[in-house]
């Protein structure tokens, strides 16, 4: 199982972004799926997540500006990040719980991470 990132950048701010990550390979399906982000010399921190049935949560600094959302049917999941802001720089990584096959049933779950993608916005 992959995930690959792409939409990161530089912006000014006050403007938008849009992350995406699809998962490819070989699964039953995916559970929830999340955006972290990781600023230097800070600790890996989420930033949004999504259930399989489309629940949502935010952390409290993007609420009102970040929007999470899935498309189950390509495998992923985006982040639109209107407002940024100089302190939302940082390499964003999403995430996933995916269940595995074994044999041809469902398995365990397990997570995987995406390589990163920097997001910079300038004041």
């Known amino acids: 199982v992959q995930l690959v990132e792409s939409g990161g950048g530089l912006v000014q701010a006050g403007g938008s972004l849009r992350l995406s990550c699809a998962a490819s390979?070989?699964?039953?399906?995916?559970?929830?799926m999340g955006w972290y982000r990781q600023a230097p010399g800070n600790q890996r921190e989420l930033v949004a997540a999504?259930?399989?049935?489309?629940?949502?949560d935010y952390a409290g600094s993007v609420k009102g500006r970040f929007t999470i959302s899935r498309d189950n049917a390509k495998n992923t999941v985006y982040l639109q990040m209107d407002s940024l802001k100089p302190e939302d720089t940082a390499v964003y990584y999403c995430n996933a719980d995916v269940q595995l096959y074994i044999g041809v049933l469902p398995g365990k779950s397990k997570v995987y991470w995406g390589q990163g993608t920097q997001v910079t916005v300038s004041s």
């Open positions: 390979g070989s699964f039953f399906s995916i559970n929830a």
């Open positions: 999504i259930t399989g049935g489309g629940s949502t």
